[in-house]
């Protein structure tokens, strides 16, 4: 069964709670009031019932089928249909979790088509429950609770995120060859949470250009501009979250470049050190292979100081070839 709850309230207060769709739409024809109609995953036939009643427009109950919609606010006449897109962090993945949230409203009704697993339609509907004030103004009411719990759960999507970015500036300096992956799949996620977000400022506009024609509650006016305030807080650090992440994958890849620079520094004075050295053996070998070729016709190899001058140029070349590469810091 995919009714979560269903419910008729007159003047704010829970009168019914019909067992299927039938008796709801018996209830509200007899008793009036305002039908809340919560629906998860619903299949064609439901949602067909639902439709021929209320007069839902085609295209708003096909995307409320296939679900995968971006937010956004489409009206039909007196009916409004509202997708929003729910986020929760999970901090053990690093990645954000989105639900789908389709909700019709219109003279007499709410209808709301969940998608995947989610509480914040449930904490509305207490709510509201438990402030008739507020439930007595209608679809209205119930619709702009809705758009407020979902900007109010995108508050520890944020803080997730922030924790996470400054985690990645302290590992950036560490040399930690794994930060360049965190720092792109941290992107993506930010990437697609500003998805689920940027269209809301056009939305609550959409829905302010229909205050008065509508004659929306004053008080219920009053909520929608909070809900906007804090729409444009959330896009604002969603958009700062992003540049800080461009900025510290280019400071990655300069340290990056850095160290591999001081390593080969380091590399270039290892050969240096390496070849001065065997340049300083190669110079006495080269004498010393001369000498033991034991030609018969060489001019100092019956000298008497023949041996005492190849020692002397064996070790002189070698200290001179030392010398050399000492002041040009070879050595």
Request: overall charge negative.
């Amino acid at each position: 069964m995919t009714i979560i709850d269903n419910a008729v309230y007159v003047d704010g207060v829970r009168s019914a709670e019909p067992e299927n769709l039938e008796q709801t739409f018996e209830t509200l024809a007899k008793h009036g009031g305002m039908a809340w109609i919560g629906l998860y995953r619903p299949s064609g036939t439901e949602m067909a019932a639902v439709a021929e009643e209320f007069g839902l427009h085609e295209l708003a109950v096909e995307d409320a089928i296939s679900a995968h919609q971006r937010p956004k606010l489409e009206r039909y006449g007196h009916n409004l249909f509202t997708v929003l897109r729910p986020a929760r962090y999970r901090d053990d993945t690093e990645t954000v979790e989105f639900g789908e949230l389709h909700i019709f409203t219109g003279m007499n009704f709410v209808v709301t088509v969940r998608h995947a697993e989610m509480t914040g339609v449930g904490q509305v509907r207490r709510r509201l429950e438990s402030r008739p004030d507020l439930l007595r103004h209608g679809p209205e009411a119930v619709l702009y609770a809705l758009l407020d719990q979902v900007v109010d759960d995108y508050a520890p999507v944020v803080a997730g995120l922030e924790n996470d970015i400054d985690e990645i500036e302290d590992q950036l300096f560490s040399g930690d060859s794994t930060v360049s992956r965190r720092i792109y799949e941290l992107a993506r996620e930010v990437i697609q949470f500003q998805r689920a977000i940027h269209p809301l400022p056009a939305m609550m506009q959409q829905l302010k250009q229909g205050f008065e024609k509508y004659e929306v509650e004053e008080d219920l006016q009053h909520s929608l501009r909070d809900v906007e305030d804090h729409v444009q807080r959330v896009i604002s650090r969603a958009n700062s979250f992003r540049d800080l992440l461009q900025n510290a994958l280019t400071l990655d890849g300069t340290l990056t470049a850095n160290r591999q620079n001081e390593a080969s520094a380091k590399q270039n004075e290892q050969v240096k050190k390496i070849s001065s050295w065997a340049a300083i053996f190669f110079a006495p070998s080269f004498v010393a292979g001369i000498y033991g070729m034991n030609f018969d016709h060489m001019p100092e190899l019956h000298w008497v100081y023949g041996y005492p001058m190849a020692m002397l140029l064996m070790a002189g070349t070698a200290g001179l070839m030392y010398v050399i590469f000492k002041k040009k810091g070879w050595l």
